[in-house]
């Protein structure tokens, strides 16, 4: 398995001053890609995503977006950022890759046996475990509100 660096993050919920110091760790760890497993909250925030890291950015919808329609107008003026809808999956670096916002069925994708790594968010709780070959990660709320 490739030795790649990927950024994972959920739950931001508008929080820029966290989401800022989150994208400056991501830098200096040299991350190829960043994953959002859903809760921007706001249009806007896609924008700070964008800003903030040059790789490719993959945007799973959870249940806090807001606008949905100036989400896809905001995202769509910055080349290296895709809205994935509620699912996603992709090959990166190597890694068979899959991204859901909720739990639930994050780990039945986990047990299914095809993929390196699940990550789901929702319910703010950071969480590792492994399921035959495949990391199901929960990377915690940027929020800050929990964790």
């Known amino acids: 398995?490739?030795?790649?660096?990927?950024?994972?993050?959920?739950?931001?919920h508008d929080r820029l001053d966290h989401l800022n110091k989150a994208l400056a760790q991501i830098r200096e760890a040299n991350c190829s890609h960043l994953i959002h497993a859903g809760d921007l909250n706001a249009p806007f925030v896609i924008a700070d995503l964008a800003g903030g890291f040059e790789?490719?950015?993959?945007?799973?919808?959870?249940?806090?977006?807001?606008?949905?329609?100036l989400c896809h107008q905001v995202a769509s003026k910055f080349s290296h950022v895709t809205l994935q809808g509620p699912y996603f999956e992709a090959e990166l670096n190597g890694l068979k890759v899959a991204c859901i916002h909720y739990p639930e069925p994050a780990l039945r994708i986990a047990q299914?046996?095809?993929?390196d790594v699940v990550v789901y968010?929702?319910?703010h709780t950071p969480h590792h475990s492994i399921h035959g070959d495949c990391h199901l990660i929960n990377p915690g709320e940027i929020m800050g509100r929990l964790h």
């Open 55 to 69: 790789g490719p950015i993959h945007i799973v919808f959870g249940n806090n977006e807001g606008d949905g329609r």
């Open 121 to 123: 968010g929702h319910d």
């Open 112 to 115: 299914s046996g095809h993929l």
């Open 1 to 12: 398995m490739s030795q790649a660096r990927l950024a994972l993050i959920a739950d931001s």
